[in-house]
């Protein structure tokens, strides 16, 4: 008979497959099974990928220690889409497996849940507490009568009344300790069992939204709503793997028709999985699902803690819940047969994961589709030029919302021009007087406006006057940025912080040059603090609150200003591009845009693509409610096209021009491209290391591909690290793949600092 033997992945980022004998004493595990297996000298717990083939017969396999499950713990379909991880975005299995597996990964052991002890009374118990309660004469006790405390006679009292049973801490809430029900367990008269609870994230969570927290009525469709189910309703019921495209302008009711869509499929016993960007950005989709599915959801994200994350993962697996709500990693969850996959704001760019394995959520998702025979579905107001492209070649199906809920019109757009503005108010203007004289009218009118600007910090650097020397960072080849921690005043520098945004050195701020020690350090260009300082000083009496990275560090502080904004207790919300994303915020009339070309000047193909899609989503802030709104986006660069048709909100003709760039340049979506950077010691190093793999690259082939460098990355030197970059571009992923796989395997020490990035979102 010959050797059974299987292929197991173990989540151990460096570690491809591994093959083991499946001994005679052992059960053969299916796909998707945990094993133990010997690795070196350890023992590890792996997941089995599939039957194994004995490669080289002079290679002594080991046997497998244990098999753990019967059946699959990880969903067979899962298991194929690590695997396809692995392969597309060459991460390794071990990578792609850790990404797929629940925080403390593939233990079984118990105490990775939460436990709780609850208590019940005993039949002696209550025949004791019969006793005790009844009447009864002076003299007259009991001999085989057990004294009871106060608080004894209370649990038992208490647990009398529930015959399940009453958990330990809220019995100790009542006032009975943990000692007095150890005492009634040795009496007798109290057993006590462990249970495993579940941490719910949702217990306290308070959300932004006031719409999403009660159910709401179950509404009729609009025209459009009902048009773009009943396109979508047969390619669900089809049970097929198919993409579908939902281009919706904001505030159209995609958030509906993703919920009807889920109730259909989840009637008909599947599974359903939305993808949501930032879950802390975008609450409310997550919670309209909750108020729609009540406990049939769990919700998956990042801020959750490694136990909550952790028990909502057992809970998908063990069939308990069928809608699961989530950011990308939700893409990996347990849940069994999903017939709708869901990817909302698919072109935001937070669905790429930017470490190992750097796989894009979105493109996993349809991945996901096809091995489960499901319908994805993408939706966005500003579709990726990949996913548009793919629908217009007839790949994806295309379902158009225009026109918005209750047929509120759009925003009306503004453009103003900062060149004129500068001329004739001050060269350092930041905000227009347009921009000054509509937010005078909305706080007058008491509405609410919210003013985008996609840079943090107070000013951009610090530079002598003198010698012209800038406040640069040490370890990365940026300058730093300017906090005044609400300090404003010139004089008054003491406050005053240099941070670098990338590995967040700090430092103080000097008064006299480091270089040449003249007293002239000025700083230049200015972000979201400068913003909220001038909005200040024009409306000493308005309402004002910031949003960027620098005030949400604090779990829960995100939550608590949007709430407050919300309820309307704030005037004006001033922030970076998190406010710009899935807020419903009906009373706001107003928004405004400083520089909306700050993302042109990167040195990024998608700089033209990001300004449309971020200057469409926050114009769409505005007018959600009742009262028309309006958006005035402060530009250096009016005639820019991106620009232009975010004003005239011209998503189609944005694509059309935007295509033809992306094809005259050679650039994705026309092609494919793959982003290598190496890191080394010096830059000299990074460099000859670059060109090593190079070469080896183009000695394994490059057939339907070129290579562009190595040269400089952009950063060419982040955290200590210097950096060479270089591309593959061309139509063959599969050929770019192989052959860089190839130079990689023969050059390894190289490899351990290179970083491979497929179908890369940013070019930085
Ligand atoms: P989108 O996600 O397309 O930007 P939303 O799903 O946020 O749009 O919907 C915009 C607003 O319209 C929300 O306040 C939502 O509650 C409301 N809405 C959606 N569908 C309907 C409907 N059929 N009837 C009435 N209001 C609706
Ligand atoms: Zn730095």
């Not at 009844?134 to 004894?152: I, K, N, T, Y």
């Not at 697996?317 to 069994?336: I, K, N, W, Y």
């Amino acid at each position: 008979m010959s050797d059974r033997l299987v292929l197991v992945a173990v989540p151990v980022a460096a570690l491809g497959l591994l093959t083991y004998r499946v001994p005679a004493a052992l059960p053969s595990p299916p796909a998707g099974a945990r094993v133990v297996v010997p690795l070196g000298p350890r023992r590890m717990t792996g997941v089995v990928l599939g039957e194994g083939s004995a490669l080289d017969p002079a290679i002594e396999l080991r046997d497998l220690i244990q098999v753990l499950d019967d059946e699959a713990f990880v969903p067979p379909d899962v298991v194929q889409l690590t695997a396809w991880v692995a392969d597309y975005y060459l991460a390794g299995p071990g990578a792609a497996l850790s990404a797929a597996l629940p925080p403390h990964g593939l233990s079984a052991r118990v105490d990775a849940f939460k436990t709780v002890r609850v208590a019940t009374v005993t039949a002696q118990g209550l025949d004791v507490l019969d006793r005790a309660m009844g009447p009864r004469c002076v003299g007259d006790e009991d001999r085989d009568m057990p004294r009871l405390g106060a608080r004894q006679r209370e649990a038992l009292q208490l647990l009398a009344g529930r015959p399940d049973g009453i958990p330990a801490p809220d019995l100790s809430d009542r006032g009975v300790p943990s000692s007095a029900l150890l005492r009634l367990r040795t009496l007798g008269l109290v057993t006590l069992r462990t249970e495993r609870v579940d941490r719910d994230p949702f217990v306290d969570e308070r959300h932004a939204s006031s719409a999403a927290s009660e159910a709401q009525p179950v509404r009729a469709l609009t025209g459009e709503q009902e048009a773009a189910f009943e396109a979508l309703a047969p390619l669900a019921d089809a049970r097929t793997f198919h993409t579908a495209l939902v281009h919706g302008v904001t505030g159209s009711g995609k958030t509906e028709l993703y919920l009807r869509l889920a109730e259909r499929v989840r009637a008909q016993g599947r599974g359903v999985l939305v993808l949501v960007p930032e879950i802390a950005l975008t609450p409310q989709v997550a919670a309209l699902f909750r108020a729609r599915f009540g406990s049939h959801v769990a919700i998956q994200h990042s801020g959750l803690s490694d136990g909550e994350r952790h028990d909502q993962w057992h809970r998908i697996r063990r069939g308990e819940v069928d809608v699961v709500v989530g950011t990308r990693s939700a893409v990996f969850a347990p849940l069994a047969r999903p017939g709708l996959i869901v990817v909302d704001e698919e072109h935001d760019t937070s669905y790429k994961q930017e470490d190992t394995p750097r796989y894009n959520g979105r493109d996993v998702a349809v991945m996901r589709g096809k091995f489960a025979g499901s319908l994805v579905v993408l939706g966005s107001a500003t579709p990726s030029m990949e996913s548009y492209a793919n629908a217009r070649a007839g790949r994806y199906t295309l379902v158009t919302l225009e026109r918005r809920i209750l047929d509120r019109p759009m925003a009306s757009v503004r453009v103003v021009n900062m060149r004129e503005e500068m001329a004739e108010s001050t060269p350092d203007v930041v905000l227009s007087r347009p921009l000054v004289e509509a937010l005078g009218l909305r706080l007058q009118a008491g509405e609410q406006s919210v003013i985008l600007l996609n840079r943090r910090g107070f000013a951009t650097a610090m530079f002598c006057r003198q010698c012209g020397h800038t406040l640069e960072c040490p370890n990365c080849s940026v300058s730093l940025t300017v906090h005044t921690r609400g300090r404003h005043s010139h004089d008054d520098r003491r406050g005053w912080r240099a941070r670098c945004h990338y590995c967040n050195y700090l430092r103080g701020v000097p008064t006299a040059c480091p270089q040449c020690a003249a007293p002239y350090m000025e700083h230049v260009g200015f972000g979201t603090e400068r913003v909220e300082a001038d909005v200040r000083a024009h409306f000493p009496a308005a309402r004002v609150a910031r949003v960027d990275r620098d005030t949400v560090r604090r779990r829960g502080s995100l939550v608590d200003v949007l709430a407050r904004f919300a309820r309307r207790d704030l005037d004006v919300l001033v922030g970076t591009q998190m406010i710009a994303k899935g807020h419903d915020f009906p009373n706001v009339t107003l928004v405004g845009v400083i520089s909306a070309d700050v993302g042109l000047g990167l040195a990024d193909f998608r700089a033209a693509e990001r300004t449309f899609q971020l200057l469409t989503q926050v114009a769409g802030r505005a007018g959600r409610g009742e009262i028309a709104g309006e958006a005035l986006v402060q530009t250096l660069f009016p005639a820019h096209y991106s620009i232009r048709l975010a004003c005239t909100q011209d998503y189609r003709a944005f694509f059309d021009k935007e295509t033809a760039f992306r094809h005259a340049m050679r650039y994705p979506p026309h092609i494919a491209m793959v982003n290598i950077v190496v890191r080394g010691r010096s830059f000299e190093q990074a460099m000859d290391d670059a060109g090593e793999l190079v070469e080896r690259v183009r000695a394994a082939g490059t057939k339907g591909f070129v290579i562009l460098g190595p040269a400089p990355a952009p950063l060419t030197k982040l955290r200590g690290e210097h950096r060479a970059q270089f591309f593959l571009k061309g139509t063959s992923r599969a050929s770019m793949r192989e052959s860089l796989r190839a130079a990689l395997a023969a050059a390894p020490a190289i490899a351990r600092r290179t970083a491979v990035d497929i179908d890369p979102v940013s070019m930085l």
